[in-house]
């Protein structure tokens, strides 16, 4: 019977227990037998004597043996779920990535860093006279007309675009220097080229002899380096009050298929900036002396630069947040 119960054994706890029932101390069957082994005539006590301490001696190496095996297995199993599979595929948690703007405006700084630039900011929440009159824009000029500016009070407003920065600069700093302004800016604009929140990037150049030659030459070599060398630049005469003279330049929509792109409307070109030679007025509004110094700045739009780049015809893409768009561009 106890062989039989032995080899049904397969935990620790049965082991256990069965030993209990075998050698326990006050009730276990060999100390009962050991206590019957009292009541028994004399002349059979040695030799049922023997027979017990037989079984007895039996029961404990068998227990022995089998509990060695028990803990053995036991333990086996505990190393197997210790045990770490290096080389199992991990979990791969969800992975970000950066806005197809920032890439783009990442882009530009590191091409104008190589030409020498360095990176400057100014405030969104801006006072007219930054925003407007320091660059020329008298209270009667139509980019004033509420139909384009977010205004927070009389005097304050959402700046609509990053040419406040100019001034901020011109006013810290002394000559020569080239500096590029990134920033949002905000506008009530809105339809597929246009966002009423978006983002320009501010050149500006001030030294002695600087030419619109430089201008060119710069815009030239930005665009290559950005959009490769068959990019073609197209210059259109402009006017903004703070530059003379201005000029508006489109790029060729070289990299969305040209003539048919739709990011173009079909005419094969997108304004990406405007651009110009600093005025007198704007030097002398920063107390610089117009006869000394001269120079170059211009705005461009990240995002129309992001739509050629990546083919994207419709400017609310960028700020809808749709996974689906964003995951393109990790
Ligand atoms: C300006 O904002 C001038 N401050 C640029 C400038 C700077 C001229 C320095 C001379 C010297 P404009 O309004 O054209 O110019 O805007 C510049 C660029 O911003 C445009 O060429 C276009 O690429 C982009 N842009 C303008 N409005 C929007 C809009 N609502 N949404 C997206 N991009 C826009």
């Not at 030419?211 to 030239?220: C, E, M, P, S």
């Not at 530059?243 to 409307?265: F, H, L, N």
């Amino acid at each position: 019977q106890f062989e039989e119960e032995l080899n049904k054994i397969e935990s620790l706890k049965a082991f256990e227990e069965l030993r209990v029932k075998y050698l326990g101390r006050k009730a276990g069957i060999v100390k009962s037998l050991l206590d019957l082994l009292r009541t028994v005539d004399r002349e059979f006590k040695p030799k049922l004597g023997q027979e017990i301490n037989k079984f007895k001696v039996f029961v404990e190496q068998s227990l022995k043996e089998a509990g060695e095996t028990i803990k053995k297995k036991q333990q086996e199993l505990e190393e197997k779920k210790k045990f770490f599979d290096i080389t199992l595929p991990g979990f791969k948690g969800l992975e970000g990535g950066k806005h197809p703007l920032t890439i783009t405006r990442e882009l530009i700084e590191e091409i104008f860093v190589s030409m020498g630039y360095d990176i400057a900011s100014g405030p969104e929440v801006e006072s007219d006279w930054y925003n407007f009159e320091a660059l020329g824009i008298p209270k009667t000029h139509p980019a004033r007309d509420t139909q384009d500016t977010f205004y927070i009070s009389e005097d304050v407003v959402l700046r609509t675009h990053t040419s406040n920065v100019q001034i901020h600069v011109m006013k810290t700093r002394k000559p020569p220097f080239k500096v590029i302004m990134p920033g949002r800016v905000y506008r009530k604009d809105a339809d597929i080229t246009h966002s009423p929140m978006f983002h320009q990037i501010e050149g500006l150049v001030v030294g002695e002899n600087i030419t619109f030659q430089d201008l060119k030459g710069t815009l030239d070599t930005f665009l290559k380096k950005l959009f490769g060398e068959k990019a073609r630049l197209r210059l259109r005469p402009s006017f903004f009050p703070f530059t003379e003279p201005s000029a508006e330049v489109d790029v060729s929509c070289i990299m969305c298929g040209g003539e048919g792109c739709r990011v173009c409307k079909g005419s094969g070109w997108l304004e990406i900036l405007g651009a110009g030679m600093v005025d007198p007025v704007v030097f002398e509004n920063v107390g610089y002396d117009p006869e000394k110094v001269t120079g170059f700045a211009f705005g461009l739009g990240v995002e129309r630069i992001a739509m050629l780049k990546y083919g994207i015809s419709d400017i609310r893409l960028f700020f809808d947040n749709d996974i689906r768009f964003l995951k393109q561009f990790r």
